[in-house]
């Protein structure tokens, strides 16, 4: 133990000696760790929100009981089941807006209602029972009860809503509220109805007669046919993951290269070390040590910096998953011990990947081993082909992957091939790039420039591939997320065809605002929307009545369509589906419609698939006859004011305030399509924030790589650089020639990575979007932004050299000449 502890004490003289190589290495493993574990830190308190939510209502373990239609239906029908001995609990579901937040509102029976479901409690006692009914309690989460009570206009709100006392109960999920059935009727103007009846144990539906079943107009919903909120997201998670681990493994990069130096110019020691009676397995186990503390420190405050990181991050993620799936999320970071024992052994196993080469070759070294500290340097073009042979193979996985499986992981498995394979091609090809500027150079000092530039890409390698790898990923993101963008934009125009969404018309206000529009202008008409939320082959599908009308026939764009598409849907015997259903269902042109009632399936035809994106249900729009014959009961309060011709801006402010005064419609009744439109904009906005959020971060990573890689190699190039000054190049020159090889590293980098960037953005577009949503994104390319980010690489390496080149230039002569002095 007496040798162990001082051969680690001399092997830690090293670090005093080599702050920056220090500074490297737990930079690295910092910033490796700080990204990793914040992105799962949001994934868990994803986790964790989704488990509330669907355990509130039974989670994934309770039938339940729903209307055909899928509508809302008398509660007396509870009433009719518990006489007949069926043991089920009424519940009531409903949305309102509350200061600009969506709350979903849950009404339910707290005499039936299953007790150990969600952790959801009225209280232990009677007294407790009684308060929640009379007069009333609110049950709610803390983070929700802070948005409700942080100001007068909330309040006055929710006293307009008629919504009972609040109560805060730590179980209970965000943004939704739980009282009493009668209070959630009342708030939600459903008097008299319920959406489900939940069973109160897994077999209290078990021996329900179908008799009975279709006398009500009811149908049980066996658990698995829920929808799982985990099931919709894990696209979005997945992507997230993507991101932590390319962070982490950039982190890596940073890491490997300190490391590897390190043991290069601690050679001599380590050499010194054998020759007085260090065993090699003694001196491995010593270099183990070393690092596991190193890693456990820059582990440990990596995990508090990927807290702070998280939290951060967590309204904007809360946002995108509201905006994407209609999810909603704590932002309140809650977490267990077991994400910092993760996040520390992540730490500690990515040290030890990173440190294996070094290790193995500490284990291996004989005791006369050269003390060249140079070594490294000279031998790392030996790997560069290696490393070129490797990439080859990666590339060829990444190929195969996609022919060979199916699904989102092979997806990402695809791009982390064709990312590791490009990585490691980029120093052989900077090496080839170098070489052919040096070839073409016809002056001495430019020829050293080049010939330096090419030795120094061994040093740099790790930090270049962080920074290849960064501008990959923003290129590939970028523009897909801008490509989304531009469809989304041209999607909204032709989707929204009527230039105004009604809400809350009976039929007798409808009729008469058609005639009134009729006196107007013959090319104004209103066309009735209807809507109902089935479930297809476990997935929710909306499906659309619609009447027909120039207007979507002016707008509504198709990915494929039968010649007579329009003609068929007016007649009934042909409907429209979404890109998303029709590769769900694995549905074509001509098919019959599975799962409609009756015999719709059999008689029904998709006439037209047309692109839905980013709508996580399928969609099904038909003509309004045909849906009135399916679903008679459904809501008919929905229209669009279609105007023709357009009236101004004014014109449309007019029109609503007379709509809204003659018909006493609240103006949230009435939506214009340029509202909608921004509307529909910032919510796109809010979910890709996160996205730009974590590009920055992963590019300032790579940015911090090439620094501390920079700092790491100045003192070892002060013997390349000595002999120019002694011959009479200054070191103001010398600066700006250190300057002038990193952005030259850095724009070959950037011009390598912006192919594999654009091929990313086809693997994100063409696969795991498809995998993910069900529907593939037309690409589009944006030059402007490649030359954005090309600057910006720019920017980042000059930003990078700038301190090093500073030093070069403020070095004292003396240290210089010393160069001269040594044994070199």
Not at 153 to 159: D, I
Not at 492 to 507: M, T
Not at 553 to 572: C, E, N
Request: with cysteine; net charge neutral.
């Amino acid at each position: 133990m007496t040798d162990a502890f001082w051969c680690l004490r001399a092997l830690l003289g090293y670090w005093r000696r080599r702050p920056l190589q220090f500074l490297t290495l737990f930079a690295g493993l910092i910033t490796a760790t700080a990204l990793w574990s914040g992105v799962q830190a949001i994934n868990s308190q994803a986790r964790q929100s989704y488990d509330k939510a669907a355990a509130l209502m039974g989670g994934d373990a309770l039938p339940f009981l729903a209307a055909i239609k899928g509508t809302d239906f008398p509660d007396s029908r509870f009433g009719e089941f518990r006489r007949a001995g069926v043991s089920v609990s009424p519940v009531l579901e409903g949305k309102i807006e509350v200061a600009g937040r969506t709350l979903r509102i849950i009404g339910i029976d707290p005499v039936s209602y299953p007790r150990d479901q969600g952790g959801l409690t009225v209280g232990e006692t009677t007294e407790d029972l009684i308060r929640f009914l009379d007069p009333g309690r609110t049950l709610l989460s803390p983070a929700t009860s802070t948005l409700l009570t942080s100001g007068p206009a909330p309040m006055r709100m929710l006293a307009e809503h008629g919504i009972p006392p609040l109560t805060i109960q730590p179980s209970m999920p965000d943004d939704v509220l739980v009282m009493d059935m009668f209070p959630a009727q009342a708030v939600l103007e459903r008097m008299g109805f319920v959406s489900k009846l939940v069973a109160t144990n897994p077999t209290a539906l078990a021996h329900v007669s179908p008799t009975m079943l279709r006398e009500a107009g009811l149908k049980i919903v066996q658990p698995e046919e829920t929808i799982s909120m985990d099931g919709l997201t894990d696209s979005f998670h997945l992507n997230l993951t993507a991101f932590g681990m390319l962070s982490f493994i950039v982190g890596l990069f940073m890491v490997h290269s300190a490391t590897g130096l390190a043991f290069e110019q601690r050679r001599p020691l380590i050499r010194t070390l054998r020759a007085c009676g260090i065993s090699a397995r003694k001196l491995t186990l010593v270099l183990i040590a070393e690092l596991m503390g190193m890693a456990l420190l820059g582990g440990a405050i990596g995990m508090v910096m990927g807290y702070l990181i998280a939290a951060a991050l967590l309204p904007d993620v809360a946002a995108s998953l509201r905006g994407l799936y209609g999810a909603s999320i704590g932002t309140d970071l809650s977490l267990g011990p077991g994400w910092w024992l993760l996040g520390l052994g992540m730490s500690l196993a990515g040290a030890l990947l990173a440190t294996a080469n070094s290790l193995h070759k500490a284990w291996r070294l004989p005791v006369l081993a050269s003390a060249a500290p140079m070594t490294w340097y000279r031998q790392q073009k030996y790997w560069l082909r290696g490393q070129a042979m490797a990439s080859v193979f990666l590339f060829g996985i990444a190929a195969l992957v996609p022919l060979l499986f199916n699904g989102l992981v092979s997806g990402f498995v695809m791009i982390g091939a064709l990312l590791l394979g490009a990585a490691l091609l980029l120093p052989f090809v900077l090496s080839i790039l170098v070489g052919i500027a040096g070839k073409l150079a016809r002056h001495p000092l430019p020829e050293w420039f080049w010939a330096d530039s090419r030795q120094q890409i061994s040093g740099l390698s790790m930090a270049l591939m962080a920074l290849m790898l960064a501008l990959s990923v923003n290129i590939g993101v970028g523009t897909m997320v801008e490509s989304f963008r531009l469809t989304f934009t041209d999607w909204l125009e032709s989707r929204l065809v009527s230039d105004l969404y009604i809400n809350g018309l009976n039929p007798d206000q409808a009729n008469e605002l058609s005639r009134n529009l009729g006196q107007t202008s013959a090319g104004n008409a209103l066309l009735p929307i209807r809507k109902v939320d089935q479930v297809m082959a476990g997935w929710p599908v909306e499906i659309y009545g619609f009447q027909d009308h120039k207007a979507y026939h002016d707008h509504w764009a198709f990915l494929q369509a039968t010649p007579d598409h329009w003609k068929q849907v007016a007649a009934g015997t042909g409907v429209l589906v979404s890109e998303q259903l029709a590769r769900r269902m694995n549905l074509s042109l001509n098919d019959p419609l599975p799962g409609l009632p009756g015999a719709s399936s059999r008689t029904v035809t998709i006439s037209g698939i047309f692109p839905d994106y980013g709508n996580p249900k399928g969609m099904i729009m038909m003509a309004i006859d045909r849906f009135d014959a399916l679903w008679p009961d459904a809501p008919a309060d929905r229209f669009g004011l279609y105007l023709d011709p357009k009236p101004d801006r004014q014109g449309y402010t007019r029109l609503i305030s007379d709509i809204t005064d003659r018909y006493a419609l609240t103006p949230d009744q009435i939506t214009d399509q340029a509202a909608l439109k921004a509307y529909s904009l910032r919510i796109f906005d809010k979910t890709f924030a996160v996205t730009v959020a974590l590009n920055s971060l992963t590019l300032m990573v790579a940015g911090t790589a090439l620094l501390t890689g920079l700092l790491s190699l100045s003192a070892a190039r002060l013997p390349f650089l000595a002999p120019l000054w002694a011959m009479g190049v200054t070191r103001k020159h010398l600066a700006f020639l250190e300057l002038a090889k990193s952005l030259s590293l850095a724009a070959f980098t950037a011009l390598f990575a912006a192919p594999f960037g654009l091929l990313l953005a086809w693997c994100l577009v063409a696969i795991v979007n498809v995998e993910a949503f069900g529907w593939r994104l037309p690409l589009h390319w944006f030059p402007g932004q490649w030359l954005t980010l090309f600057l910006l690489a720019l920017l980042t390496a000059l930003i990078a050299s700038l301190y090093p080149a500073l030093r070069l230039y403020r070095i004292r002569p003396e240290k210089l000449l010393k160069v001269f002095a040594d044994e070199r």
